[in-house]
């Protein structure tokens, strides 16, 4: 049974900087897809960040020069850093994963595998 857990939200003040973290737990291979979406109060969730099977990586338009997605050495992990954070990216952060070859890596509607979030709220 495979397990996701973020880990790393917290509160900041405009301009500060959070790191999250995800470890997907209980399958043997490497998650073809992974990503982080968020989502805000009466919002839609979005992609933030996703690494596909290719390592292709792709930023929402938001966060690019802020933010940076990486993977860890250990299998399914996956980092958030976010620097130079705005009130607007206040939102629950989520990390997701898939196994399944055809999955699209920044679309959240083709991720089997969710963590339960973690709330990253920005102070102006």
């Known amino acids: 049974q495979v397990h996701v857990v973020e880990s790393g939200g917290g509160s900041v003040q405009a301009g500060g900087s959070l790191r999250l973290s995800c470890a997907a737990s209980g399958h043997a291979f490497n998650a073809y897809c992974m990503g982080w979406f968020r989502q805000a109060p009466g919002k839609e969730r979005e992609v933030v960040a996703a690494i596909d099977s290719d390592n292709k990586i792709t930023y929402a338009d938001s966060v690019k020069g802020r933010f940076g997605i990486s993977q860890g050495h250990a299998k399914n992990t996956l980092y958030l850093q976010m620097n130079r954070l705005k009130p607007e990216d206040t939102a629950v952060y989520y990390c997701?994963?898939?196994?399944?070859?055809?999955?699209?890596?920044?679309?959240?509607?083709?991720?089997?595998?969710w963590g339960q979030g973690t709330q990253v709220t920005v102070s102006s």
């Open positions: 997701a994963a898939d196994w399944d070859w055809s999955c699209i890596a920044t679309s959240s509607g083709r991720y089997k595998y």
